[in-house]
């Protein structure tokens, strides 16, 4: 079976939904403060990198963990479940469909014990 990566389109697709969801990111007031300071070349191309092995594809990831990127950002329930959502709107503007974006959902969903803060989670718990 084709993985997840392929099912999507590969690298155009992938580099096409980045693109997208950073301008959703971008756009929203609750969000945008979290990439005031950022270099979003850069991170367009990390985060292309870590979707596509994520969803099984071929290329390398060399970023750092989860855990570490997200660490000084302070990043709160909210805010991951904002991005997530704007993540399923992406795909879903670009005709993915709806069972692949419950397969991406399923290999991302894991990620917010190491994204969100942890006071965050102790608050949530």
């Given at each position: 079976m084709a993985s997840v990566y392929d099912q999507i389109g590969?690298?155009?697709a992938v580099s096409a939904a980045?693109?997208?969801?950073?301008d959703r990111?971008?756009?929203?007031?609750?969000?945008?403060?979290?990439?005031?300071?950022?270099?979003?070349?850069?991170?367009?191309?990390h985060m292309?990198?870590?979707?596509?092995?994520?969803?099984?594809?071929?290329?390398?990831?060399?970023?750092?963990?989860?855990a570490a990127a997200h660490a000084r950002l302070h990043i709160t329930?909210?805010?991951?479940?904002?991005?997530?959502?704007?993540l399923v709107?992406?795909?879903a503007s670009l005709a993915v469909p709806a069972e692949i974006i419950e397969a991406?959902?399923?290999k991302l969903a894991p990620?917010?014990?190491?994204?969100?803060?942890?006071?965050?989670q102790r608050k949530a718990a």
């Open positions: 590969g690298r155009p980045v693109d997208g969801l950073y990111l971008l756009a929203d007031p609750v969000l945008a403060p979290y990439f005031a300071d950022t270099d979003m070349e850069r991170q367009k191309r292309r990198g870590f979707m596509a092995v994520a969803l099984g594809g071929a290329e390398l990831y060399a970023g750092r963990d989860m329930g909210d805010a991951f479940d904002r991005v997530v959502a704007h709107d992406t795909l991406i959902g399923a990620l917010r014990a190491q994204i969100v803060t942890a006071d965050e």
